[in-house]
C-alpha cells in the first residue's frame, strides 16, 4: 500500500470517528439550558442565581404550579444549584419534574417524582427521583422555591410519557452546541447513589 493510500485511509477514518462523535457532544443539556427552552423563563446564568435574577421579573412563591421551575440552593455537592421545571403537580406535598443533567450527564429526565420533605411544607427540602436507583434519590436538597413562567408547560412536554423516563436529546441550537464544545473545560461535580449529578460551572 503506497503513502497516498494510508494517508486516504486515515484521513477517512478520522472523518468517521468525529462524524460519530459529533451528535454525542451535541446531545449535552445544562439544566438551565434545558429548564429555559421548557418553561419559557428567559434567565441565563447559573441556576444558583435563578432565583435573584426572578425577582422583579417573575413571580416567585412555594407552591407547585405547572410550568414553574423549581430553584435548587448551593450545596457542596451541586455547587451551582440545579433548576427544573415542574411538569405536573400530584399534590400538596409531590410534583412531576423534567429536567436534565440529574442522573445522567446531560440528559434529559421527563415526568420523575419530587417530594417535598420540609418540616414546614413550604417545599424548602426535597427528594428527586434518580435514575440509577429507579426510585427517590436518599438525599434531600434545599430550595429556594419556585419561579412562575405565567403559561403552562410547552405542548410537547405536556404529551410526555406518564412513566419517568432517561433520554438523551439532540440539541439544535448553537447555543446547545457550544454548550457541548465547552465540556472539556468543565470541571463536574460526582454522581452517587445519594442523588446528583452537577456541573459546577453552568454557564446557561
Known sequence: MNFKALAARFALVVSCGLMTATPAAAQFWQCVTFARSVSG???RGNANTWWSQAEG??????????GAVLAFSPTSRMRVGHVAMVSKVVSDREV??????????GAI??????IDVSDAGDWSMVKVWY????DLGTSAYPTKGFIYSGHAP????LDAPAQPS????????????????QLATVQHGPTDPRGIFTLVNDPG
Not at 429526565?109 to 419530587?114: D, I, M, P, Y
Not at 435514575?131 to 429507579?134: D, L
Not at 446547545?176 to 464544545?181: D, G
Open 109 to 114: 429526565e421527563t415526568n420523575v417524582r419530587a
Open 166 to 181: 432517561l433520554q438523551m436529546v439532540s440539541a439544535p441550537s448553537a447555543t446547545q452546541r457550544a454548550n457541548a464544545a
Open 96 to 105: 412531576l419534574l423534567t429536567h436534565a443533567n440529574w442522573s445522567r450527564r
Open 131 to 134: 435514575g440509577p436507583q429507579g
Open 57 to 66: 421579573r417573575y413571580e416567585r412563591g412555594h407552591a407547585p404550579k405547572a
Open 41 to 43: 423563563i428567559e434567565i
Open 154 to 157: 410547552r405542548g410537547d412536554m
